[in-house]
């Protein structure tokens, strides 16, 4: 059902650690996903308020906090500071905040 919803596809881009604890990116892949551009303050995994300028909708476990995104089209590159799981009785979608 979800799956509907998904209609654009997205670059991720996952941000592992390397050599000396500094952190790279990773292997790309593609993500179907619903984005939707909206200013939305919160805060991220330190506490800190920040503006999140982008909100997804995607499946499940697509996406962690830290990890690097591009919209199909865009040099952008976001990155993620919140991952809320959306429920009804099972856990249908997350909704993914990102700067």
Known sequence: MIDAYLTDTITRIPQVAGEW???TD???SSVPARPKSENVLTRDSK????LATVSL???PGALVVG???S???ESLEYE???VKQIKDFIRRYDRILAK
């Open 21 to 23: 604890g500094a952190t």
């Open 26 to 28: 990773g292997a790309t």
């Open 47 to 50: 506490g800190e308020e920040v």
């Open 57 to 59: 909708m995607v499946k």
């Open 67 to 69: 990890d690097h995104f």
């Open 71 to 73: 919209l199909t089209g």
């Open 80 to 82: 993620v500071i919140q």
